[in-house]
């Protein structure tokens, strides 16, 4: 217990940019450690062993003698481990840490209001997301805020900061105009959000095109629509929304297999854009190509992400039965008739209702 509140003394005051003695050892082994026990912390942190990863950060951290990127970069990973383990006062320090060492870091407040607010400290939370607002380089932040605090329930106050990023100039940041089409998005306010978005394209932000395609793809309009996916995978081609665009057209062709490969890419993508659609994909790709037990697997893990998905919770139903009546038609027959009939039924009745709501969801599809 001791070794270990030593090492997250030592982490903390790193973050701090107060360098730690280490011995006789050469920049260049330093260097190599610190990158190792950077490694086995995210190693950790991939298998759910937080406090493993906190102390393998920690370690990383012992090795430094400077204060730079790779150093700052440790600290949010070790405040991510604090927070995925329940440690919210150990993450609330590792950000003070990081907010000592530069207090213009928007993403440091964001966050660390984030904390609070897990932590039902709403007030405080606020104080931070109005900080994160005043040094963030783009309105991004503001959706960043309305996420957390919907999210937490507090969905008045989330209103309040949309309106906020709608009342202020967008300027001369195409990334503002973006983000004022998300907003109207939202507001299902769709000839307003149309203008924003076509305005963010026009000064050069590609991303726009993803929003301004689920505009005309609720007006309807699937050639516009296709048009800007187009035009975004053309600039992006390793992007995630490519990866599912060829992922769909392998499942056209019947590769079921090829396209799950494909979604896969899709989701390990450094930047993913689209993870919902790529989740609900891959979930397809397991169940045309006869996978039922890994669909079932993976819609759980969706359903946990995704609880309001009801056309999701239906498909479910229908993984279940159908992975039933996939065992029963592998084993003898037996005298239980018709309790297979009724199964069988009630299996038809599910497939009607997923297929009602996929035409729906198609139809609306963001």
């Given at each position: 217990m001791r070794g270990k509140k030593r090492y997250m003394l030592a982490g903390t005051l790193f973050c701090m940019g107060l360098a730690l003695a280490n011995g006789c050892s050469t920049s260049e082994e330093r260097l190599e450690k610190e990158e190792a026990y950077r490694q086995i912390g995210l190693n950790a942190m991939e298998e759910g062993d937080y406090?493993?990863?906190?102390?393998?950060?920690?370690?990383?951290?012992d090795e430094a003698r400077g204060l730079g990127a790779n150093e700052v970069d440790i600290c949010y990973y070790k405040?991510?481990?604090?927070?995925?383990?329940?440690?919210?006062?150990?993450?609330?320090?590792?950000?003070?840490a990081l907010l000592e060492y530069d207090k213009k870091n928007a993403d440091a407040w964001f966050l660390r209001g984030c904390v609070y607010l897990k932590n039902n400290e709403s007030d405080k939370a606020k104080e931070d997301f109005d900080k994160a607002i005043q040094y963030a380089s783009d309105d991004e932040m503001y959706l960043h805020i309305y996420n957390s605090l919907?999210?937490?329930?507090?969905?008045?106050e989330a209103e309040k900061?949309?309106?906020?990023?709608l009342e202020k100039r967008a300027g001369r940041t195409a990334r503002n105009y973006t983000v004022k089409g998300q907003i109207y998005l939202l507001k299902e306010d769709l000839p307003s959000a149309e203008e924003q978005l076509l305005k963010a394209v026009d000064k050069g932000d590609v991303e726009g095109n993803l929003y301004l395609a689920q505009v005309y793809q609720r007006q309807g309009k699937t050639e516009e629509a296709e048009a800007c996916i187009g035009a975004y995978i053309e600039e992006y081609p390793e992007s995630s929304v490519a990866?599912?665009?060829?992922?769909?057209?392998?499942?056209?062709?019947?590769?079921?297999?090829?396209?799950?490969?494909?979604?896969?890419?899709?989701?390990?993508?450094q930047k993913v854009t689209n993870a919902?659609?790529?989740r609900s994909n891959q979930i397809a790709a397991y169940e045309y190509s006869g996978d039922y037990d890994s669909a079932k697997e993976a819609m759980e893990s969706y359903l946990k992400d995704y609880?309001?998905?009801?056309?999701?919770k239906r498909e479910y139903l229908f993984?279940?039965?159908n992975r039933q009546e996939t065992e029963t038609e592998s084993e003898p027959e037996t005298e239980n008739v018709p309790e297979t009939e009724q199964g069988t039924e009630a299996l038809q009745g599910t497939e009607i209702k997923t297929e009602q709501e996929t035409e729906s969801e198609q139809k609306s599809e963001q």
């Open positions: 406090e493993e990863a906190e102390e393998a950060f920690n370690n990383a951290l405040a991510a481990a604090q927070f995925a383990s329940g440690s919210l006062t150990g993450a609330i320090e590792t950000y003070d919907e999210g937490a329930g507090y969905t008045d900061y949309l309106a906020q990023a990866y599912n665009e060829k992922g769909l057209k392998e499942m056209e062709q019947g590769n079921y297999d090829k396209a799950l490969e494909l979604f896969n890419q899709g989701l390990n993508q919902q659609e790529l609880p309001e998905d009801e056309a999701a993984l279940g039965k």
